[in-house]
Structures are given as structure tokens and as C-alpha cells.
Nanobody, 129 residues
């Protein structure tokens, strides 16, 4: 069974940095598309960054140039390096994975042309001004 466990969240001041980690287990890690998402109180969940099985990456415009998604295939771990943090980055951050084909949907959460079918429990990031 697929399990995703995030860690690394916390409280930082504006301009600071954090690195989130997501330990994955229960599946062949390298065959899945992985991503980071966030949800602030009262707002919809949004995609932050995605990394495909071939290593290509995608970022939301709001984090481009500040955040970097990466993975260590040997450790089955996904990372999100967050630099130059802003108060508007405050949110619960989730790691997610999908093994669904691009463009395929069963009605679940769908963004970046993928339906994301496995989720971690989330880690809180709070950025103060």
C-alpha cells in the first residue's frame, strides 16, 4: 500500500528557507509522478511543484525561482527546497503521487493534467513578516 509521509515544516520569518521531505513507500517510486501541493485556510488546494518520472519539473508561477523540487530515487524521497519565503507561502503542504495516465480522471483531485490519487498527511509551513 502506498504511503507518503511529509516532514520538515515549521515556522520561519519572511526571507527564510525550509526544506520539506516526503518519504514514499509501497510502490515502485520511479514510475510515479510526484508533486507538492498546498492549501491555506479558506483557499483552494493548489499545485506548487511537480516532478515527472523522467525528472522534468513544473512549478506554479507563484513559486518559480524560489522553490526547487527534487528527488532521491535511492531513498524513495521527494524534496521541496523553499527559499525566499513570503507570508503568502503560509499553508499546509502536501506531498502527492499519481500512477494515473496523463489526462485520465475518475473525478478526483485533478491538476497539471493528472489525477493525484495518493496523498500524505501534510506538514504546516508558517511564514511571519
Amino acid at each position: 500500500q502506498v504511503q507518503l509521509v511529509e516532514s520538515g515544516g515549521g515556522s520561519v520569518q519572511s526571507g527564510g528557507s525550509l526544506r520539506l521531505s516526503c518519504a514514499a513507500s509501497g510502490y515502485t517510486y520511479t514510475t510515479y509522478c510526484m508533486g507538492w501541493f498546498r492549501q491555506a485556510p479558506g483557499k483552494e488546494r493548489e499545485g506548487v511543484a511537480r516532478i515527472d518520472s523522467d525528472g522534468s519539473t513544473t512549478y506554479s508561477d507563484s513559486v518559480k525561482g524560489r522553490f526547487t523540487i527534487s528527488q532521491d530515487n535511492a531513498k524513495n524521497t521527494l524534496y521541496l527546497q523553499m527559499n525566499s519565503l513570503k507570508p503568502e507561502d503560509t499553508a499546509m503542504y502536501y506531498c502527492a503521487a499519481t500512477n494515473r495516465p496523463k489526462g485520465f480522471s475518475t473525478g478526483g483531485y485533478y491538476t497539471w493534467s493528472y489525477e493525484w490519487n495518493y496523498w500524505g498527511q501534510g506538514t504546516q509551513v508558517t511564514v511571519s513578516s
